[in-house]
């Protein structure tokens, strides 16, 4: 799969992408609200290329390396899994390096990637979880048509105690083109 966008490619993730991917999720605060919630410990390099090389496996999933398109610098990650063809639903993730924020790629990249997954693949609803603290996503989120759906009470740990997620989704109909931060 490959999105392309005015600033971005959105790229399958290759055996050559296990070091930026080592190097992005280890650097992210881990007990802070960005970290991947399903990241617990410090992975190594090995771990991430044994995970990449599972990939085309992994039929109900996509996972893309979102990068600028001049210079091929990587930027982070967006995914889309827990995919229901019956329910026309899927999940969307994304983490991006702590230096490509504030600068609307989060918001450039979702866009492409629900728009594509709209238009080709037939989805009506993505949903996500995110931690209530990081109100930088949020935002984001809500700037792409998210919508808040419910709480998810104390359904993960974060810095030594349990915190709570926001479930947000977006219907085909809510998605905003052409907004930009």
């Known amino acids: 799969?490959?999105?392309?966008?005015?600033?971005?490619?959105?790229?399958?993730?290759?055996?050559g992408d296990a070091g930026f991917l080592t190097k992005l999720f280890n650097e992210a605060n881990l007990d802070g609200v960005d970290a991947p919630m399903d990241l617990i410990y410090p992975i190594s390099e090995e771990?991430?290329?044994?995970?990449?090389?599972?990939?085309?496996?992994?039929?109900?999933?996509?996972?893309?390396?979102?990068?600028?398109r001049r210079g091929r610098?990587?930027?982070?990650?967006?995914?889309v899994d827990k995919m229901e063809w019956k329910n026309a639903s899927a999940r969307l993730r994304i983490h991006l390096t702590k230096e490509s924020w504030e600068h609307g790629y989060g918001?450039?990249?979702?866009?492409?990637?629900?728009?594509?997954?709209?238009?080709?693949?037939?989805?009506?609803?993505?949903?996500?979880?995110?931690?209530e603290g990081n109100a930088r996503a949020i935002r984001c989120f809500e700037r792409c048509g998210f919508v808040l759906e419910g709480v998810l009470r104390e359904d993960h740990v974060r810095g030594g105690?349990?915190?709570?997620?926001?479930?947000?989704?977006?219907l085909?109909?809510?998605?905003?083109?052409?907004d930009s931060d």
Do not use: C, Q, Y
């Open 1 to 15: 799969m490959l999105i392309e966008t005015e600033r971005l490619t959105l790229r399958a993730i290759e055996p």
């Open 73 to 79: 610098v990587p930027l982070g990650t967006i995914s």
């Open 47 to 68: 771990e991430e290329a044994s995970w990449i090389s599972s990939l085309p496996s992994r039929s109900n999933e996509a996972h893309m390396i979102v990068e600028k």
């Open 107 to 131: 918001t450039e990249a979702i866009h492409a990637t629900v728009a594509f997954m709209f238009d080709r693949m037939n989805i009506r609803r993505v949903w996500l979880r995110v931690d």
């Open 172 to 178: 085909k109909g809510d998605l905003r083109r052409g």
């Open 161 to 170: 105690g349990w915190r709570n997620s926001l479930l947000m989704s977006m």
